[in-house]
């Protein structure tokens, strides 16, 4: 099984990194004990390729992106272990290229004109396929072979998800999952409430369930809110099994999901939360979540539930106990977030990749080959996962439990009979406008808040333009 990355820290050097016009930040080298360096590197000879094979050892890549992955810059944090290998046996080494999120498309297409192209960059699905067919990221297939067995697993998800014609553009390394429903334990207690995990495990964590809880505990007059955090209407709407908009793999198309009854059945909870005063009111704070942080007010007990993905919770034990609850006292948990009471009985999860895509006119494509192959096999290899799980226990303090939960919401993910996949601004600037709309009726103005019916005669001939639009432009580019 594959795990979140942890290692237990043991020794630092000092480096400096200056990013991109900024501050100057302080790279702190963080490695492993002796015995699990070793046995990394022992493994990673058994599946990934000899130096004296590869003409990328001893290079650097550029990554372009909004964060660093890979150093560290604090002795708290975790270790990439796929960088680590990169480093460690190839000698090689990554340039961050910083830009803002805002700017993160953009300013990537200023650096390809301007003929300073990085070499990678996120591989999130807003990548595609709108950026792909304007040339920002090329096809990946002379540097990762999907049907290799240290890739075959992601063969049928990229052949699916992230294909033009018969070219790749993403290197996934791994599919995992997307928002989930995090709470604080104590919390739960103090209102009677039963616990949403033991409730997930007898199969009683539903919409009805959620809502009520909600409801009971939803006060604005004491500044009590049950929901809050940027993705709650979009986590609940996928929890519908069913997307505004999906790409439908034997027409080779997106099509339009409007008369869908459970996106209408979605919606109309998010409408009576609304309604109810059950979500904290954003438009009211210069659109802002409480105290501008993920998980605001969870640990004061004025928020219930924070609907997000999981990286939300996950750093530095200090930061995130002041934020979510005593973690080591076991406050925090998460479940997937509720099913719909008359759907089939599944629990959807949002899925989503985890990878790279190649930037047109990368210098170092090879490199990025190469890095990708290390970080797929830390994901594979049962010596790199056994290291990983350990140090998550003890350098983020998660229990057993999470770690338990961890594991069935990545399940959920990977089972493709109910992945929930979408592409967000990959659809293009336009048709994602319209499909965000509908996802986040919610998000609105509680006296502006409008019912589906009333959204799909404002948004739906609209959208459907902008999906024969986007079919249009991939059937050209293919061509």
Request: glycine residues 8%.
């Amino acid at each position: 099984m594959k795990r979140l990355v942890t290692i237990t820290l043991v020794f630092l050097l000092v480096l400096a990194l200056v990013g991109c016009g900024k501050s100057k930040r302080q790279i702190i080298k963080l490695t492993l004990s002796t015995e699990d360096s070793e046995a990394i590197l022992a493994a990673a000879g058994i599946k990934l390729p000899d130096v004296e094979e590869v003409s990328a050892a001893g290079s650097t890549i550029k990554w372009f992106a909004w964060y660093d992955g890979f150093h560290n810059y604090d002795e708290d944090e975790i270790v990439n272990t796929g960088f680590f290998t990169f480093t460690e046996k190839y000698g090689c080494e990554i340039e961050w290229v910083e830009c803002t999120w805002l700017d993160r498309f953009d300013g990537l297409a200023n650096l390809i004109l301007g003929g300073t192209p990085p070499d990678f960059a996120p591989g999130n699905p807003e990548t595609f396929p709108s950026y792909a067919i304007k040339s920002m990221f090329a096809p990946v297939d002379d540097y990762v072979d999907y049907d290799d067995p240290l890739w075959s697993d992601m063969k049928d998800f990229v052949d699916t998800y992230f294909s033009l014609g018969d070219k790749h553009y993403l290197i996934c390394t791994d599919v995992s999952f997307g928002n989930v429903c995090a709470y604080n334990r104590r919390v739960i207690q103090e209102w009677g409430f039963d616990d949403p995990a033991e409730l997930y495990f007898n199969d009683e964590w539903t919409w009805d369930t959620f809502y009520d809880m909600c409801v009971e505990f939803s006060d604005p007059d004491q500044d009590r809110y049950a929901l809050d955090s940027w993705a709650y209407s979009e986590a609940l709407m996928d929890s519908s099994g069913a997307t505004v908009t999906y790409l439908d793999p034997e027409l080779g198309k997106f099509v339009s999901n409007l008369d869908d009854p459970r996106l209408e059945r979605a919606a109309n909870l998010l409408y009576d939360l609304t309604k109810d005063e059950c979500c904290y009111p954003k438009w009211q704070h210069g659109h802002k979540i409480r105290n501008d942080v993920n998980g605001g007010g969870i640990k004061e007990g004025l928020c219930l539930f924070w609907l997000s993905p999981s990286w939300a919770f996950t750093g530095p034990l200090d930061e995130m106990s002041a934020i979510w609850g005593d973690i080591e006292g076991g406050e925090l948990m998460f479940v997937p977030v509720p099913r719909d009471n008359n759907g089939d009985g599944s629990y959807y999860i949002a899925t989503t990749p985890v990878g790279y895509c190649i930037v047109n006119g990368a210098e170092n494509p090879e490199g990025v080959g190469l890095y990708a192959a290390c970080e797929r096999f830390k994901v594979v290899d049962p010596t790199v996962i056994s290291i990983d799980r350990r140090q998550l226990e003890e350098t983020y303090k998660w229990s057993e439990e999470m770690l338990s939960m961890w594991d069935i919401c990545y399940e959920l993910s990977n089972n493709s009979d109910i992945a929930i996949l979408k592409y967000g601004e990959g659809y293009g600037s336009d048709l994602y406008s319209y499909v965000n709309s509908l996802e986040n009726l919610a998000h609105r103005d509680i006296n502006d808040t409008i019912t589906w019916a009333q959204g799909k005669e404002q948004y739906g001939d609209s959208l459907q333009y902008y999906i024969d639009e986007l079919n249009a432009r991939i059937a050209e580019y293919i061509s």
